[in-house]
């Protein structure tokens, strides 16, 4: 069966960028290893609470660091395949995006394949070491619907955080220096799934957990993994509405990007 024209341009696109990022081994390897430190040390800063604390919200140190480790992974995954796109304010600015408007191609394709940065995936494989460490110290009492749990759980979060990255850099299309406020959302949203919900207060907790859907990503599922209750009462049957959530996400998503697109005017550079 023949490769549809546009699916072989853009694996053409992709391997293009990674031989381009990978032709400079050392300072490659460089970037992957720091970008997975920096990661890192959201798990530390985690456990350097401990030193003052002894629960968290309701919760022990290695609870707390599941729901880090699970909130990492799916952050992770996110920003590996979409992160890039981030980069959207520059190519307004510098009128790069009428260029690819131009070609008979997909844009946000262009824009991931393009700007792949495959020194992220360093960043994938140690945050899904930390989960994996923090699960074997946990040891919890493993089932068939656990180990789908352990697993759909991060991939429904990375399709979250996925689908706020595309919305966030959307707002450049209207507002060319939405940077900080498009990081507002993305970063602060991996911050908040870093820790238990219920140690926010209530109109925050509303707008990031329920409203954007970031207690689905690490929260809800830990709950189950964990197999304790709710400290704020939430039924048990939400561990597994992840998938329910990144669904109309990416809806939304795709809808903010459509309709940012078709706004677009060009900068006339």
Known sequence: MAEHPRTTAYRALLVAQVRAQTQYRFSFWLDAVSSSVVSLLDIVAVLVLFRATPALGG?????????????????????????????????????????????????????VFGDFAPRRLGRVLQSGLVLAGTLIWLD????????????????AGAVIFGSVFVAGS??????????????AFTYGGRDFTLYPISIYPGWFRKIF???????????????ALLGVPDPLGAPPAL???????????????????????RHYRSTGS
């Open 59 to 111: 919760f022990s140190v290695r609870q707390c660091l599941l729901i880090a480790s699970l909130g990492n992974v799916a952050f992770s995954l996110a920003d590996a395949v979409v992160g890039n796109i981030d980069t959207m304010r520059q190519y307004i600015r510098t009128g790069r995006l009428d260029s690819i408007l131009l070609r008979p191609m997909g844009v946000l394709p262009q824009l």
């Open 140 to 155: 919890p009492q493993w089932t068939a619907g656990r180990v789908v749990l352990v697993v759909a759980a991060p991939l």
């Open 170 to 183: 959307t707002v450049a299309f209207w507002f060319v220096e939405s940077g900080e406020f498009a990081n």
């Open 209 to 223: 957990a329920y409203g954007l859907g970031f207690a689905f990503v690490a929260y809800y599922p830990a709950l």
């Open 239 to 261: 561990a597994w509405c992840s998938p329910l959530i990144a669904l109309p996400a990416v809806l939304a998503a795709a809808l903010v990007w459509r309709v940012g697109v």
